[in-house]
């Protein structure tokens, strides 16, 4: 089962977005644009609020570290 975490390899600012397209294995640039359109059709405080809060409470991904040999 997969969890969603944030990506800040992928991401913009938070990478919230980049995890939540990772957890569905979908392009990023449609939840980017899908999120935009919330914040659109919703007042942008909530959207706002959303992603802080999502930015506080979804833990970031560990790197994989390459090992040389």
């Not at 938070?14 to 359109?37: K, N, Q, S, Y």
């Not at 919703?42 to 506080?56: D, E, K, N, T």
């Amino acid at each position: 089962m997969k969890k969603l975490y944030r990506l800040k390899q992928n991401g913009k600012i938070a990478g919230i977005c980049a995890g939540v397209a990772d957890l569905f294995e979908i392009d990023v640039t449609i939840v980017r644009l899908l999120f935009i359109l919330f914040a659109i059709l919703i007042p942008v405080l909530p959207a706002m609020v959303m992603y802080l809060a999502a930015w506080w409470l979804v833990p970031e991904k560990e790197l994989e570290k390459e090992t040389k040999i």
